[in-house]
């Protein structure tokens, strides 16, 4: 009986610490506004890399290419298809976070989508700049597109289960259970 008790105790605590207390996968907010009417809202989800960058998997929300009409968003761009302007590089997809200033921005390369009417978007940083680059449905990279400096917010949603508490009841759970048991055996 109570090599039982011993038993179940080992096996909740062997399987706590091979669990992941924390959230890999991210849901964030976004909206962007720039001087020359383009503009859009919207989520994405981004998985973290284990460092203070995500790699965003998926997106959905609207962007305005001139101030009046909302496009929903198609799909997500593979890293590496919208061919870079002659400023930037090649777009990665990846959020990068600054512990020192608690924000979230892109890097050079950006987030690309495109939309309902096959035009493409990039949103970036450079430096302290956030900027977009919208490249028209069926246009090529004639570094004719138009860019603008844009102001991005980006706000990760709140998680809707705290997980190291989760595990933690879970626990507590397992071993009061084990009390009963054992009780009830004895």
Known sequence: MSRLSLALCGLVLAALPSTSALADTVT??????????????????????????YLIQSITGTTS??????LSIDSLLAP???PPASFGTANDNLLLFSPKTDTYSFDGGGLAYSLSNGAMV???????NDGVLLRKAGAKNDNNDPDELANFTITPEASP??????????GTG?????????????
């Open 161 to 170: 289960v705290p997980e190291p508490t989760s595990l933690m009841l879970l």
């Open 80 to 82: 590496d298809s919208f």
């Open 65 to 70: 290419t001139n101030g009046k009409n909302d």
């Open 28 to 53: 964030f907010d976004f909206s962007f506004t720039s001087g020359d009417g383009i503009s859009g809202n919207g989520s994405f989800t981004a998985t973290s890399d284990g460092s203070d960058q």
């Open 174 to 186: 397992v071993v009061g259970m084990a009390g009963i048991i054992r009780r009830k055996l004895a």
């Open 122 to 128: 990039d949103l970036f940083s450079v430096g302290n």
